[in-house]
């Protein structure tokens, strides 16, 4: 559940002013998307309760009722879109050309997205080995979205991004949300998924869109059902 400065206020029954300052001096967390502040409910019950802070308890229910829950991941590719030929010869070119294609609000400011993106890998490299990466920052990216969702880049052109096998990056995801829980979730969904070798191959080969996504349709039923994704050792 996301609150804004106001709505985080009111439960604490304080004013604006305060909860500003004291996100300054006490340690409030807070998540900035598109110039704005934003907090994540259970992350404000806890600090209330932990810094002995009076805070309304209908901020705890209000959270119970509105779980962090994301859609399953082909459901989420659908909405973020599945790219081919994504141009750019270096890191810094591919990143860019990420942040355009992303069906971000019109007042997003992307130059901003691919300044964080760029210095995340600046410090070190998002590409996973066999050929895929998933450009983050160390914080997740938390924007103004309704709905999260993650785009599938597949490049033109393969290029060096430092992974760890080395190998040049072909294929990028890039995950966007309004919550760190709901961002935790989805990345806990790609890592899943991408352990199959098949849907790795259907990367590398660029195979088209429905396919991938059958593809991953049938793996989020397996791990649903009694069975698991295989990984690359069975």
Same mark, same amino acid.
């Given at each position: 559940?996301?609150?804004?400065?106001?709505?985080?206020?009111?439960?604490?029954?304080?004013?604006?002013?305060? +909860?500003?300052?004291?996100?300054?001096?006490?340690?409030?967390?807070? #998540?900035?998307?598109? *110039?704005?502040?934003?907090?994540?409910?259970?992350?404000?019950w806890e600090?209330?309760?932990?810094?002995?802070?009076?805070?309304?308890?209908?901020? +705890?229910?209000?959270?119970?009722?509105?779980?962090?829950?994301?859609?399953?991941?082909?459901?989420?590719?659908? !909405?973020?879109?599945?790219?081919?030929?994504?141009?750019? *010869?270096?890191?810094?070119?591919?990143?860019?050309?990420?942040?355009?294609?992303?069906?971000?609000?019109?007042d997003t400011?992307?130059?901003?997205?691919?300044?964080?993106?760029?210095?995340?890998?600046?410090?070190?490299?998002?590409?996973?080995?066999?050929?895929?990466?998933?450009?983050?920052?160390?914080?997740?990216?938390? +924007?103004?979205?309704?709905?999260?969702?993650?785009?599938?880049?597949?490049?033109? #052109?393969?290029?060096?991004?430092d992974a760890?096998?080395?190998?040049?990056?072909?294929?990028?995801?890039?995950?966007?949300? !309004?919550?760190?829980?709901?961002?935790?979730?989805?990345?806990?969904?790609?890592?899943?998924?991408?352990?199959?070798?098949?849907?790795?191959? +259907?990367?590398?080969?660029?195979?088209?869109?429905?396919?991938?996504?059958?593809?991953?349709?049938?793996?989020?039923?397996?791990? !649903?059902?009694?069975?698991?994704?295989? !990984?690359?050792? *069975?």
């Amino acid at each position: 559940m996301q609150l804004s400065i106001r709505d985080a206020a009111a439960y604490l029954d304080v004013d604006e002013a305060t +909860l500003r300052r004291w996100v300054r001096t006490r340690g409030v967390p807070v #998540h900035r998307a598109n *110039e704005r502040l934003y907090l994540n409910a259970i992350e404000l019950w806890e600090w209330a309760t932990e810094n002995g802070v009076p805070v309304s308890r209908r901020l +705890l229910q209000q959270a119970r009722r509105q779980p962090d829950e994301v859609a399953p991941l082909s459901t989420l590719l659908g !909405s973020g879109g599945i790219h081919y030929d994504v141009g750019g *010869e270096t890191k810094s070119a591919v990143l860019r050309e990420i942040v355009a294609l992303l069906p971000l609000p019109a007042d997003t400011d992307r130059e901003f997205l691919v300044a964080v993106l760029e210095a995340r890998e600046a410090m070190g490299s998002t590409g996973i080995g066999d050929g895929i990466a998933i450009p983050h920052v160390r914080n997740p990216i938390l +924007l103004h979205v309704p709905t999260p969702f993650v785009t599938l880049c597949l490049l033109h #052109h393969p290029v060096n991004f430092d992974a760890v096998d080395r190998k040049p990056v072909h294929a990028l995801f890039s995950v966007i949300s !309004s919550t760190v829980p709901a961002h935790l979730r989805i990345l806990a969904q790609l890592a899943v998924v991408l352990r199959d070798r098949e849907l790795r191959q +259907l990367l590398s080969a660029r195979a088209a869109a429905d396919t991938i996504l059958t593809r991953v349709r049938s793996l989020e039923a397996r791990v !649903s059902g009694p069975h698991t994704v295989p !990984s690359d050792d *069975e």
